[in-house]
Structure formats: structure tokens, C-alpha cells
């Protein structure tokens, strides 16, 4: 049993994970979890001993200078835990770090040990994959869960993929055989730009979370990052012919595949997001949420972790 000290008891907590390297494209979905760490300035309350996960020659220490006297950072994951103000407060238990080199079972098993203590109700994992999708059209999210009764009640892709994973894929599947509620939200970053960072990315992953979760979360300075990052892309491509013509071409495939989705619930969706953060519109506070229906406890069945090419979700489709 894990002894939490100094964390008070949680309300509703949500635990939202993001670990760099295989699983995050563009650094997408581990900035998202820096994001909401830095806007709700989270407050770390555990660390993982770096040394039971990591191999320090592909994750290397850091030396820093701190008043003259030099320090190390070891490459870990650390928890923190932030309060989502309103009438009706919710927390979210935040998890960062790198994906480790070794004895994954045990990680995401310790990681169980901290949620199951804390009482938390879902685990949301966020994810980046890099797939043939443009950078002009709106990033593709899909969003997975291995139960089908949570797919069902909160409109989400049974997953089906077979194939190699990595950690997303794993924790998911060790929270689904503990019991724990577990989504994962893949964002697709073009493959033809995978360099980080990709704010557009990050950006759509938490849409996405704020939907799910339904909490508003303060997006900053993403969304001006994300315009600025779309024209410079636009910039390089207009410069080689053939990385336009590439691009044009998957625009239209694009197109032509989400035809049928645009005039149906992808704008009613769009819409209500608006009405959202408009002021005076939609629901202005995250207090006056509605909470989310959580099923039963999911079965014991064997998950997959990536969402297939053509799963999809606020009108877009991607593929770990």
C-alpha cells in the first residue's frame, strides 16, 4: 500500500497521463499534460525511483547549475495533482514522464497502486502517432478503450488492434484487468513534419480531454502557437513542389473520406465547443458540469491499445 502524504482526499479525480518517446509524436501529448500542469500549476507529490525503470545510457541525467552548486535530474515520471475550480470542483491526478526502458509491469503496476489509492475514476492516457494526414485540416483524434460498455456510453472506438505497443498500450491494458476505466486519445501528426514541437497537436488532444472529462481547461497561448505553427508549415511546403503536391493529395483523400461527416455531428460538435468558451454561452463554469455516466467496472478481456486507420472520433481517424 502506498502512504500519500500531503495530498489531501480528491474529488472525482481523474488521472490523465503522457509519456515521451515511442507513443508521442511531435512531443504532442506529453506537452498537453505540461500544459495543464503549468496552467493549473500542479504540484508534484511523487516520483518514480529512476532507477528500478530507466537506462540512464538512452535516458541521460542532467546537470544544472542551481546558485552555483551543480545538481542532477534523473529521467523519472512524476505525479502531481491539480484542482479544477467551480461550484462542483473536480481533481485531476497528472502523470508525466518517459517511457520506460524496462520492467513495464512493474511500472504500470505501481502507477495502479498510486490511482487505486487516490480513488481515481478514470485513467485518460493521451498519445501522438504519426500518419498520412495533412497539417491543413483539423488534427485527428481518436479516441479507445478495450470495454465496450464504456465505448458505448462515452462515444469512444472498441479498440481491435494487434500488432507491437508501447506503453499507452500496456498500462491501458493493466488498467482494464484491474478494473480501472481506461481511455487512450490518439492524436495523428503528419509524418512529413514529426519534428516537435506540434502545438496544433497538443491543441487537439485537449479538445478532445475537455469534451471527455467535461471540464474547461485554459488553453493560453495554444491556440495563436497552433496558427503560427500551420502558416510556417505552409511555408516550407510551398517551397518544394513535390511535398505540395504530396500535400494537396492527401487533402483531398481527406476530404473525400469525411464528405458525409462534415455536415452531420462533427459541426455540432464545433458548435457546442464555441458556445462553451464564448462568453456568456454554453455552460461557463466547470462546476456547472454534468458528470460523465462511468460504466460498471469493464471485464477482464484481452485489449488492444491502438486505434485502426479508419477509427475516428470528432469526424477525424488516425492509427497508432
Same mark, same amino acid.
Request: proline share 9%; hydrophobic share 40%; glycine share 8%.
Given at each position: 500500500?502506498?502512504?500519500?502524504?500531503?495530498?489531501? +482526499?480528491?474529488?472525482? #479525480?481523474?488521472?490523465?497521463?503522457?509519456?515521451?518517446?515511442?507513443?508521442?509524436?511531435?512531443?504532442?501529448?506529453?506537452?498537453?499534460?505540461?500544459?495543464?500542469?503549468?496552467?493549473?500549476?500542479?504540484?508534484?507529490?511523487?516520483?518514480?525511483?529512476?532507477?528500478? %525503470?530507466?537506462?540512464?545510457?538512452?535516458?541521460?541525467?542532467?546537470?544544472?547549475?542551481?546558485?552555483?552548486?551543480?545538481?542532477?535530474?534523473?529521467?523519472?515520471?512524476?505525479?502531481?495533482?491539480?484542482?479544477?475550480?467551480?461550484?462542483?470542483?473536480?481533481?485531476?491526478?497528472?502523470?508525466?514522464?518517459?517511457?520506460?526502458?524496462?520492467?513495464?509491469?512493474?511500472?504500470?503496476?505501481?502507477?495502479?497502486?498510486?490511482?487505486?489509492?487516490?480513488?481515481?475514476?478514470?485513467?485518460?492516457?493521451?498519445?501522438?502517432?504519426?500518419?498520412?494526414?495533412?497539417?491543413?485540416?483539423?488534427? #485527428?483524434?481518436?479516441?479507445?478503450?478495450?470495454?465496450?460498455?464504456?465505448?458505448?456510453?462515452?462515444?469512444?472506438?472498441?479498440?481491435?488492434?494487434?500488432?507491437?505497443?508501447?506503453?499507452?498500450?500496456?498500462?491501458?491494458?493493466?488498467?482494464?484487468?484491474?478494473?480501472?476505466?481506461?481511455?487512450?486519445?490518439?492524436?495523428?501528426?503528419?509524418?512529413?513534419?514529426?519534428?516537435?514541437?506540434?502545438?496544433?497537436?497538443?491543441?487537439?488532444?485537449?479538445?478532445?480531454? +475537455?469534451?471527455?472529462?467535461?471540464?474547461?481547461?485554459?488553453?493560453?497561448?495554444?491556440?495563436?502557437?497552433?496558427?503560427?505553427?500551420?502558416?510556417?508549415?505552409?511555408?516550407?511546403?510551398?517551397?518544394?513542389?513535390?511535398?505540395?503536391?504530396?500535400?494537396?493529395?492527401?487533402?483531398?483523400?481527406?476530404?473525400?473520406?469525411?464528405?458525409?461527416?462534415?455536415?452531420? +455531428?462533427?459541426?455540432?460538435?464545433?458548435?457546442?465547443? %464555441?458556445?462553451?468558451?464564448?462568453?456568456?454561452?454554453?455552460?461557463?463554469?466547470?462546476?456547472?458540469?454534468?458528470?460523465?455516466?462511468?460504466?460498471?467496472? #469493464?471485464?477482464?478481456?484481452?485489449?488492444?491499445?491502438? #486505434?485502426?486507420?479508419?477509427?475516428?472520433?470528432?469526424?477525424?481517424?488516425?492509427?497508432?
Amino acid at each position: 500500500m502506498i502512504e500519500l502524504e500531503g495530498v489531501p +482526499e480528491l474529488i472525482d #479525480p481523474v488521472m490523465v497521463a503522457a509519456f515521451e518517446g515511442w507513443n508521442d509524436a511531435g512531443d504532442a501529448a506529453s506537452t498537453a499534460v505540461a500544459h495543464l500542469e503549468r496552467e493549473w500549476k500542479g504540484e508534484v507529490f511523487a516520483a518514480l525511483d529512476a532507477e528500478d %525503470y530507466y537506462d540512464f545510457q538512452v535516458n541521460r541525467p542532467t546537470v544544472w547549475l542551481d546558485a552555483g552548486v551543480r545538481k542532477i535530474t534523473w529521467p523519472t515520471t512524476r505525479l502531481s495533482v491539480v484542482r479544477v475550480g467551480g461550484d462542483k470542483p473536480r481533481d485531476l491526478v497528472l502523470v508525466r514522464g518517459i517511457e520506460p526502458s524496462m520492467r513495464w509491469r512493474s511500472f504500470c503496476n505501481e502507477l495502479l497502486a498510486f490511482a487505486h489509492e487516490l480513488g481515481v475514476e478514470l485513467v485518460v492516457i493521451l498519445g501522438a502517432l504519426l500518419g498520412d494526414t495533412p497539417h491543413t485540416r483539423p488534427v #485527428p483524434i481518436s479516441g479507445t478503450t478495450s470495454d465496450a460498455d464504456l465505448a458505448q456510453r462515452m462515444d469512444l472506438e472498441e479498440t481491435k488492434y494487434e500488432g507491437p505497443t508501447g506503453i499507452v498500450g500496456v498500462l491501458q491494458e493493466a488498467c482494464t484487468h484491474a478494473g480501472v476505466p481506461a481511455v487512450s486519445l490518439w492524436a495523428a501528426v503528419p509524418h512529413y513534419v514529426s519534428q516537435p514541437p506540434n502545438p496544433k497537436a497538443t491543441l487537439a488532444l485537449l479538445n478532445r480531454l +475537455e469534451d471527455l472529462i467535461d471540464v474547461r481547461i485554459p488553453l493560453g497561448e495554444l491556440p495563436e502557437d497552433a496558427r503560427a505553427w500551420q502558416v510556417g508549415v505552409d511555408q516550407l511546403a510551398a517551397e518544394d513542389t513535390e511535398v505540395a503536391e504530396y500535400v494537396q493529395t492527401l487533402e483531398e483523400a481527406r476530404d473525400t473520406a469525411e464528405l458525409p461527416e462534415a455536415s452531420g +455531428e462533427a459541426i455540432a460538435r464545433e458548435f457546442e465547443r %464555441y458556445l462553451r468558451r464564448r462568453d456568456g454561452g454554453g455552460p461557463p463554469d466547470p462546476g456547472e458540469r454534468t458528470r460523465p455516466p462511468w460504466p460498471p467496472k #469493464p471485464s477482464e478481456e484481452t485489449p488492444g491499445d491502438r #486505434p485502426s486507420e479508419d477509427a475516428s472520433d470528432d469526424g477525424d481517424s488516425s492509427e497508432d
